[in-house]
Each structure stands twice: as structure tokens, then as C-alpha cells.
């Protein structure tokens, strides 16, 4: 079982971005949270950040091959990001897609996203316990 986490835009300014909302954690402490699950677990885990669309993209077309999971927080491509929902549509990737914030409960602009109909299922509101759930979902098939 092959496992790819993917952080999408500003996730790699948690720990300082917008405390309230996001809390103190680190992306770090998140991939160390998830690594040491799935070591005890003795299944393979990768990390993956991009700020940029493109390289989302790329990257999920680049997984099909190599992993049966992707764990994927697109950030705020969530609610907008078409060529990220056609990747994961376009090649058949397992996704569940997570975020730290309950979307639902946020700005209407974040209620809606046009990536979870193509993913297994969402995960939101949990801090970093979101993917540490998408984990134990993954660990569970
Ligand atoms: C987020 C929610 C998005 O709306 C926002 O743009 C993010 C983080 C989350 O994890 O709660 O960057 O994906």
C-alpha cells in the first residue's frame, strides 16, 4: 500500500498563517503525525507541496501509477480549480480530500467544492486529525 499526501497552496505557511482559523500546527508536524502512522502501519507514505496548479496536476497524473491513495488538501483550489478535478477524474485516482477548516461553516465562497464529487469523500473540520482520519479510512481497506 502506497500512500501520497498533497498540500496545496499556502499550506506550507501553517503554523503562521491565520492562527485562528488554521491553529499552530505545522505542515511538518502533520507529515510527522501521518509518517509515524503509517510506519507503524508498514505502509509507504510520500509528502508533496505546490503552490502552483500545474504542478498539482502533473503530480496527480504522476501518482496513478505509484500510489493507491492520494490524501489531497487543494487548498483554495478546492472551490475553483477545474484542471485539479479533471487530473483526479481524468486518471482514475483514489483522492480524499481534506481540510484542517470546516469549509461548510466558512465564507460562502468555500461552502462549495468542485473537487469532492470526484473524490471517495471529504474530511473537514478536524485540524490536522482530518487526515489522520483519511489515513485510518486508508488503512482500513
Ligand atoms: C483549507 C480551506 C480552504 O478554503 C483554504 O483556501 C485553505 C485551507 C483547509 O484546509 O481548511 O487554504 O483547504
Known amino acids: 500500500m502506497k500512500v501520497l499526501v498533497i498540500h496545496g497552496p499556502n499550506l506550507n505557511l501553517l503554523g503562521a498563517?491565520?492562527?485562528?482559523?488554521?491553529?499552530?500546527?505545522?505542515?511538518?508536524a502533520i507529515?510527522?503525525?501521518l509518517a509515524v502512522l503509517a510506519k507503524k502501519h508498514?505502509?509507504?507514505?510520500?509528502?508533496y507541496q505546490s503552490n502552483i496548479e500545474g504542478e498539482i496536476v502533473t503530480e496527480?497524473?504522476?501518482a496513478q501509477k505509484k500510489f493507491d491513495y492520494i490524501i489531497l488538501n487543494?487548498?483554495?483550489?478546492?472551490?475553483?480549480?477545474?484542471a485539479?478535478?479533471?487530473?483526479?477524474?481524468?486518471?482514475?485516482?483514489?483522492?480524499?480530500e481534506v481540510h484542517l477548516s470546516n469549509i461548510h461553516a466558512?465564507?460562502?465562497?468555500?461552502r462549495e467544492s468542485i473537487i469532492a464529487p470526484v473524490c471517495i469523500g471529504q474530511i473537514a473540520g478536524f485540524g490536522?486529525?482530518?487526515y489522520r482520519l483519511a489515513l485510518e479510512y486508508i488503512l482500513a481497506r
Request: glycine content about 6%.
Open 74 to 82: 487543494p487548498g483554495a483550489y478546492t472551490h475553483y480549480s477545474i
Open 84 to 96: 485539479i478535478r479533471d487530473a483526479i477524474s481524468g486518471v482514475k485516482a483514489r483522492v480524499i
Open 42 to 47: 508498514k505502509i509507504a507514505i510520500e509528502f
Open 128 to 130: 490536522r486529525d482530518s
Open 106 to 110: 466558512r465564507e460562502k465562497f468555500r
Open 17 to 28: 498563517r491565520e492562527k485562528k482559523i488554521y491553529g499552530k500546527i505545522t505542515l511538518s
Open 31 to 33: 507529515n510527522t503525525d
Open 60 to 62: 496527480i497524473q504522476k
